[in-house]
């Protein structure tokens, strides 16, 4: 029994050194410094995907390519931020996320300066791969950060503001980017993404530090087991289908809006601007709606959002039978995109307080899933037809809408089949 008795002690040691180079350890005033910065680096994700679209245009006069050339930087990068996020969960659990998030930031910061050099579509695609890469980790490195250092409750209020605080990047990101291509040009775009991960990665480096307290070896079979239990889990899985066509639905305006303002409308980068500004601050009014009935009827809510949404869409189709305005686009697509916010809230809190014991790989499989499904859907509404005017935009709303629909009906028949079987 002594050598068992020794082991015990030798490995409750180790855990307090592990534990101690740790944030857990700090003093309260660097935990907030950190925690500010965790919440300032999550709107990162959203520059990097918006900042650049009311430059679309721009991009493919400059460039020599059309529309479809410049929309599929957007959906590689999607595509690789999707599908990396899948991973990169489980390998964080291992490796921590302070030196990952750390090496995240100065990968975006050059492969940014590298887009910025090049006039060549086919690197800029490449390089945009490689930022969906970086991107991943250094977002599930965030959202874990607050499962790791906070408990209970606080965690919980936290979680809830996260998708607020990240809708901070779709509303300003446009936002800056059309003033940005008004006055300088679209490579402005990508040295101010290089400026913000720059600055980052200075104040991480001083202020930041590792989250985990436990790190786990990285055993591909606990991995896999890890995931099939996730991925078992029904209503895990249909929550995640849920973000993602919530996301989609913001995305149609966000693939469209700068073609249909500029060709159809005829208003330049600026307005455009604007518009994304304004609806993506309908995203966060969503979001903060829904954390403030955060303790209400899932199934109301949810059932309220999805139909509410999809009578506001058929209204739009309707109206624009009679007249086709920017104002009356952009007033209905407020509303639209508020509904969307609202049920991503909802989905995104409740899905990452299922596994608590595995926030890296829950926070992986929930922004892997949300953008795979997103960059499937940016494919298909960008190559199913030519969107030129404000009814292509809104039948490509109806279309996500139902979609959203349908799914948000499933898991409201589980949630009803399961308050019926604990009242039996």
């Not at 303790?295 to 209204?315: E, P």
């Amino acid at each position: 029994m002594q050598p068992q008795v020794y082991l015990t002690r030798a490995m409750e040691a180790r855990t307090i050194i592990i534990m101690a180079g740790t944030l857990h350890y700090a003093s309260d005033t660097r935990k907030k410094l950190a925690t500010t910065l965790a919440f300032i680096s999550i709107p990162l994700s959203g520059f990097i995907t918006d900042i650049y679209l009311p430059s679309f245009p721009s991009m493919a006069h400059q460039l020599g390519v059309s529309e479809k050339d410049i929309q599929l930087t957007l959906t590689v990068f999607f595509l690789s931020y999707g599908i990396s996020q899948l991973f990169v969960g489980s390998l964080l659990d291992s490796i921590g996320r302070y030196k990952a998030s750390m090496g995240a930031l100065a990968a975006i910061v050059v492969t940014s300066l590298l887009i910025s050099t090049t006039n060549n579509v086919h690197l800029i695609v490449l390089f945009r791969l490689l930022q969906g890469i970086s991107t991943a980790f250094l977002v599930v490195a965030k959202r874990a950060f607050f499962m790791d250092l906070y408990e209970a409750e606080v965690r919980k209020k936290l979680l809830s503001y996260f998708t607020i605080v990240w809708s901070c990047g779709p509303i300003i990101a446009p936002f800056v980017g059309g003033y940005l291509q008004k006055l300088f040009n679209w490579q402005s775009n990508f040295y101010f993404l290089a400026l913000y991960a720059g600055v980052l990665f200075m104040l991480e480096a001083i202020y930041s530090g590792e989250t985990i307290p436990n790190r786990k070896s990285y055993r591909i079979q606990e991995a896999i087991g890890t995931y099939k239990m996730m991925l078992g889990n029904g209503s895990f899985v249909l929550g995640l289908l849920i973000l993602g066509l919530a996301y989609s639905v913001a995305l149609v305006f966000n693939i469209s809006g700068p073609f249909v303002i500029e060709s159809f409308f005829h208003y330049g980068p600026v307005v455009v601007g604007y518009c994304t500004l304004l609806l993506g601050f309908a995203w966060m009014v969503g979001g903060i709606i829904s954390k403030q009935m955060l303790n209400g009827d899932l199934r109301q809510r949810v059932l309220g959002a999805t139909f509410g949404q999809l009578a506001l869409i058929t209204v739009l189709l309707l109206t624009g039978l009679f007249s086709q305005q920017l104002i009356l686009l952009v007033s209905f697509a407020f509303l639209v995109h508020a509904c969307s916010g609202f049920l991503y809230n909802i989905f995104f809190t409740d899905s990452m307080l299922q596994f608590p014991n595995s926030s890296g790989v829950a926070g992986g499989l929930i922004g892997g899933t949300v953008y795979i499904t997103t960059s499937i859907s940016s494919f298909i509404i960008s190559s199913v037809g030519t969107i030129r005017t404000q009814q292509d935009m809104a039948f490509r709303y109806l279309v996500v809408s139902v979609l959203l629909l349908v799914v948000s009906q499933m898991i409201v028949g589980r949630l009803a089949k399961r308050k019926l079987s604990a009242a039996v």
